[in-house]
């Protein structure tokens, strides 16, 4: 592996970042008036999710977010991607705002900001107020138009000094793990409505990037999707068909409508007994109303090759994902493919064009199974080879013409990884959960070095 000063060199003012979010570290679930999130609930219910894991205490950055800020500081990134959970703003996700709860944030920022660091506030990190989902969750087309007010609230606060908004983290996660295999919270399985779950946070993106406009914000405002390359597993027509299915279904049927104004063609197809109702006049201009900004996550391209069509989920899918043959994986399985995040974003550019705004990699990292040793540090160089990669691959795309401006490691913290608990850990920091003591990683040094490199050639 080569060591940072061999590292390529980015453009001076290139953002470097790491990002979490709340319900991930925060804990504090029922302190200064937070109301229940869909994930609460889901954690809490037996059988869902690894060792019966839940936020409840979480990193307890609630309380411990000087110390984390401190060791963000020591690692020299200039912004720091957080969420912002609805339910302490709004407890029922309606309503009058909940002063104490946007007080945290307000002493967040101002500490970042005390300390050089960039507030980059995701406004939906998957954390919807129970009393929301109570009401038929994303299926229902005035969740929306609560996320519009929410977003305006916020708005009104932090809307001076947050530097970059994004408005959704990854809605075909939430359609997908969340309303059609139910894996994550609200843990539904729908079928032919997941099609109005994908449209209706959509339009609650359209309608809160309306909202934040209007506040004048200072900040740029963009969304965050999970992109990834699909490739047919073999030069058959039929795997490329299959391709193109797992393609529309999540990738494009997100960013065709952000970006070009219109579903594609393909999308009633792949979300088979999607009731295009949904879609009323005007809400493709609310969703393609122009950002400044495009968010990609991105951790793994996705194999797939043809297969007999099984009724699964959003409907008869002919097609079926495959191991890559000879290429590593991550402790969650994921296959480790940088070549893949060069073509993501090569190909944005192809097929966006003008249309497409500048691009910050919202999230970039990976969970391997950490070990410290008997000082009690973790040694994670299959982490920084990954992320050495991965950031190579980036530079790669830019060489090639895209627009990249910022990258987010994913993540700051080991934290609350959803379905999986605690078990995965993807942070540059340890947490040890009995003490949550935290100890930087070999990978922490890694980034700090790559960083500290960085500032040394610009601007
Ligand atoms: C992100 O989601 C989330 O924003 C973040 O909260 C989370 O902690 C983080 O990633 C790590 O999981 O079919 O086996 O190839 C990531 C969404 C969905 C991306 C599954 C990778 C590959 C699964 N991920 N996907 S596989």
């Not at 893949?340 to 192809?350: P, S």
């Not at 040793?373 to 830019?398: E, F, K, N, Q, S």
Request: some cysteine; hydrophobic content about 40%.
């Amino acid at each position: 592996m080569t060591g940072p000063d061999q590292f390529p060199q980015f453009p001076p003012g290139f953002v470097w970042g790491v990002a979490t979010a709340s319900y991930q570290i925060e804990g504090a679930v029922t302190e200064d008036g937070r109301g229940p999130s869909v994930w609460d609930t889901f954690s809490h219910t037996p059988g869902r999710t690894h060792d019966g894991d839940t936020g409840d205490v979480a990193d307890d950055h609630y309380h411990r977010y000087p110390e984390d800020l401190d060791l963000m500081a020591g690692l020299g990134v200039n912004a720091y991607r957080f969420s912002i959970a609805w339910p302490r703003i709004q407890p029922t996700g309606e309503g009058p705002v909940n002063p104490a709860g946007l007080a945290f944030y307000d002493r967040l920022v101002d500490a970042m900001l005390a300390k050089g660091i960039t507030p980059a506030a995701t406004l939906y990190h998957w954390d919807l107020p129970q009393a929301l989902e109570d009401k038929g969750g994303w299926t229902q087309r005035d969740i929306p138009h609560y996320f519009a007010e929410y977003t305006a609230a916020v708005a009104d606060k932090l809307g001076d000094r947050v530097g970059l908004w994004c408005t959704l983290n990854e809605p075909f996660i939430v359609t997908a793990f969340g309303y059609v295999l139910g894996v994550h919270a609200p843990g539904r399985q729908l079928f032919t409505d997941a099609f109005a779950v994908a449209h209706h946070q959509l339009l609650g993106h359209g309608l809160a990037v309306e909202a934040l406009r209007a506040a004048n914000v200072t900040g740029t405002i963009g969304v965050v999707n999970a992109l990834a390359p699909v490739h047919p597993d073999s030069d058959d027509p039929a795997d490329h068909v299959a391709a193109g299915i797992l393609d529309t279904l999540m990738n494009r049927t997100y960013t065709d409508p952000l970006l070009l104004g219109r579903y594609p063609e393909e999308t009633p197809a792949v979300y088979a007994g999607a009731d295009l109702s949904v879609v009323k006049d005007g809400d493709l201009s609310t969703i393609s109303t122009p950002i400044d900004f495009f968010g990609v996550n991105f951790y793994n391209p996705h194999r797939v090759r043809a297969a007999a069509p099984e009724q699964f989920g959003t409907g008869p899918l002919n097609f079926e994902t495959v191991e890559y043959p000879g290429v590593p994986t991550t402790a969650m399985g994921w296959p480790v493919v940088p070549e893949a995040f060069t073509e993501l974003l090569t190909g944005l550019h192809e097929r966006y064009g003008e249309k497409l705004p500048p691009i910050y990699i919202t999230e970039n990292g990976a969970a391997y199974d950490d070990e410290p040793g008997p000082d009690g540090r973790v040694r994670d160089d299959d982490r920084i080879a990954y992320l050495d990669r991965h950031l190579r691959a980036v530079h790669a795309a830019m060489a090639a013409g895209a627009d990249v401006r910022g990258y987010f490691c994913w993540s700051f913290l080991d934290n609350f990884e959803w379905a999986e608990g605690y078990q995965k850990r993807f942070g540059l920091v340890r947490v040890d959960y009995e003490t949550l003591e935290r100890t930087p990683k070999a990978s922490y040094d890694w980034y700090r070095s790559v960083i500290a490199l960085a500032a040394a050639v610009g601007p």
